[in-house]
């Protein structure tokens, strides 16, 4: 007989995982950042606050925050205006893609979304908002667009053929001032639609959109929480924390100057790592885009960077290396070495015995580099990292897989590939030849990612699709072939199409019941069944509360199944109903959320620690069958229901499951109260 013995931390993680899933299966979360104070609403006893393009209240009366985003009310994101229109008693929020919401006293939301779907071959941007009453003026890249804010409507649009960047009444005139134009100005009783109505009066006059010094001040002292910034390029979830990085370019103000940063999620908590340390160093740190986590040590982490390599112990900055002290070599740019404002470092990861790797990007010889558990480096370059006698552009996402294999990939279209590195025995293998299984040569222009499935085979995310190199491939050099997965039509044609053909794939996440979790550039999230032949969902900005089409990075919490997704417009996530299973489910390890299921509550019944695709029943005390299935990974999903699809009765209901053998074993109880 064996017994099995399972440690009090096990047990104590477990519980803080099951009393931290106050959502469910299905159920979105935002994870947004409100550091930037930029605009301050004044409104009685409230604060309405714009914060780096998001949305909070703050109420003096209690000293109570509110956020607002997709989740819990508004229909968009990354908000450019707001501003109070004190007769409707409304907030209009101008969002950047010309969507508008507005938000009444009462925390209620009207979306007016006419203009944003408004087809014009006009520029439609909107450069500012003025009220005047009930009325809500658009200055935009044609001319205006008055709202009706109380009755949440389009009022008119008045053509001018040129830019407005403010507007104003004063009298019985309306002006209309113009950065490029001058100052134009109509009376209210003419016909505001006849542009010929609009006269020239004057030169323009800059007028300055400052916020109120002491709301300003009494805002920057408020803590809503969240990141400090929404830009994830890169995230990897390791020891119940989702680690990020922030990248070289900046989506939000889409520059290539972007501050470096890791920013760190626990639960709700975030921590940061410093990150002003410039004058110590000398080189600005830009541009982050790796983290390796010590095995040993979970404090003791590494960061590459634009500007090489760092070191950080408990989030603090302890050594950086670049060519100065280290043989990293600097980008090589028309034949000329730069310095050590470009020492590219963007995939690290540790080994099975403890060393660190690193790829030090675009160099006249370096490429592979390890770094030892005394700190030492040595030089494993490889001839395969190069092309026209300069290393590889942008060798990243590195990471370790199950064969204790180094996978990476170059995400640039002068050399794609997907590589393996064998740190044990030194042999890296590339592939970088994209011929799939029917012997055609696919156009690939970049390797964005990769992933390791259940299976261990490696997926891996290409401009042209999602493509599959099977274990057995692996060490054929000269004749490997990748797998464009087929999936029938069904439709009597005897015909197929490869999966998700010809979409930008840059991200890819293995859930715990083997499903394919593909994020896509423009075209949002897609989630592919185990067997690669459904497409179970596809989420996007506008079916969904996923923050942006675009995705950069994709992580999953394996324990609770939240599925994490790095977008340019910040870090949103979606609990799914799969987790890692457990080999040995117990009343331990094993439970149910909600549990106890109290009055009222109506959403699905999720139970977690189980064994892989097992099959599941739900039985009453005495033994009868209520509902059945088969887990999902390590998850099984009830709605609470019995066979006849009526709510079950209140009670203290068994989750039972069968092993290999066909024996039946309680693994855990679900009460339920009416």
Not at 92 to 116: E, F, M, S
Request: with cysteine.
């Amino acid at each position: 007989m064996t017994i099995k013995r399972y440690s009090l931390s096990l047990v104590l993680f477990f519980s803080l995982v099951a009393t931290a899933l106050a959502g469910g299966v299905g159920t979105w979360k935002n994870y947004l950042s409100y550091n930037n104070v930029q605009w301050v609403e004044e409104v009685g006893n409230k604060l309405y606050v714009l914060a780096s393009n998001s949305l909070y209240t703050y109420n003096k009366n209690d000293q109570s925050i509110k956020t607002y985003d997709k989740v819990n009310g508004l229909n968009d994101t990354d908000i450019h205006f707001i501003a109070w229109n004190k007769t409707a008693r409304r907030l209009v929020i101008i969002y950047a893609d010309n969507n508008i919401d507005l938000l009444d006293d009462r925390g209620n939301v009207t979306n007016l979304p006419d203009y944003y779907l408004k087809t014009s071959m006009a520029d439609k941007t909107i450069y500012g908002i003025d009220m005047s009453g009930v009325y809500c003026y658009l200055s935009t890249g044609f001319g205006l667009v008055k709202l009706n804010v109380a009755k949440t409507e389009i009022t008119d649009s008045y053509n001018l053929s040129f830019p407005i960047n403010y507007s104003y009444i004063e009298g019985n005139y309306i002006y209309a001032a113009s950065q490029s134009n001058g100052l134009y100005r109509a009376a209210l009783s003419d016909n505001l639609l006849d542009k010929n109505n609009w006269t020239n009066v004057g030169g323009y006059v800059e007028r300055p959109r400052t916020v109120d010094a002491t709301l300003l001040a009494q805002a920057k002292i408020l803590s809503p929480g969240g990141p400090k910034r929404n830009t994830f390029i890169w995230t990897s979830f390791h020891n119940n924390r989702l680690y990020s990085t922030g990248g070289n370019y900046d989506p939000i103000a889409k520059n290539w100057e972007n501050q470096g940063i890791v920013q760190v999620l626990q639960g709700d908590d975030w921590d940061f790592f410093e990150d002003n340390f410039s004058t110590r160093t000398g080189y600005p740190y830009i541009g982050t885009k790796a983290v390796a986590i010590d095995p040993r040590n979970s404090n003791h982490v590494y960061v590459g960077a634009r500007t090489g390599l760092y070191e950080f112990m408990s989030g603090k900055m302890v050594a950086f290396y670049n060519k100065d002290n280290s043989i990293l070599q600097g980008a090589m740019d028309r034949g000329r070495e730069l310095g050590n404002d470009y020492v590219l470092v963007y995939g690290l990861a540790y080994d099975s015995e403890g060393n660190l790797w690193v790829l030090n990007n675009q160099t006249k010889k370096e490429n592979l580099i390890r770094v030892s558990k005394d700190g030492q480096m040595t030089s494993f370059s490889k001839p395969e990292l190069m092309k026209d006698g300069v290393g590889l552009s942008d060798m990243s996402q590195m990471r370790l897989d199950s064969h204790n294999l180094l996978w990476f990939c170059n995400d640039h279209w002068i050399q794609p590939g997907l590589f393996s590195y064998d740190p044990k025995n030194d042999k890296l293998n590339a592939y970088t030849r994209f011929i799939n299984e029917d012997g055609t040569n696919v156009d690939i222009r970049a390797v964005h990612c990769w992933a390791e499935d259940l299976d261990q085979n490696i997926w891996m995310g290409t401009t042209a699709g999602p493509m599959l190199l099977q274990r057995s491939q692996m060490n054929e050099q000269e004749n490997y072939r990748f797998v464009q997965v087929k999936v029938p039509r069904n439709d009597g044609t005897n015909l197929a199409d490869y999966l998700l053909a010809g979409l930008d794939i840059t991200a890819i996440g293995i859930d715990g019941g083997g499903r394919k979790w593909f994020g896509t550039k423009d075209n949002g999230v897609y989630l592919i069944s185990a067997d690669n032949m459904k497409q179970l969902q596809h989420f996007t900005a506008s079916n969904s509360n996923l923050l942006s089409n675009n995705i950069l990075s994709i992580s999953l919490n394996e324990v609770t199944g939240e599925v994490f997704f790095a977008t340019d417009q910040g870090l949103c996530s979606y609990m799914s109903d799969a987790t890692k299973p457990i080999e040995s489910p117990n009343d331990e390890i094993t439970y149910a959320y909600p549990n106890p299921v109290k009055p009222g509550y109506t959403g699905l019944i999720t139970i977690v620690g189980l064994a892989m695709n097992v099959d599941v029943k739900i039985v009453t005390t005495n033994g009868t069958l209520v509902a059945e299935g088969t887990s999902n990974g390590g998850s099984f999903v009830w709605d609470g229901k019995d066979k006849n699809g009526k709510r079950v009765a209140s009670g203290v209901y068994m989750v039972q499951t069968a092993d290999e053998n066909g024996d039946n074993g309680t693994v855990c109880k679900v009460a339920v109260v009416n």
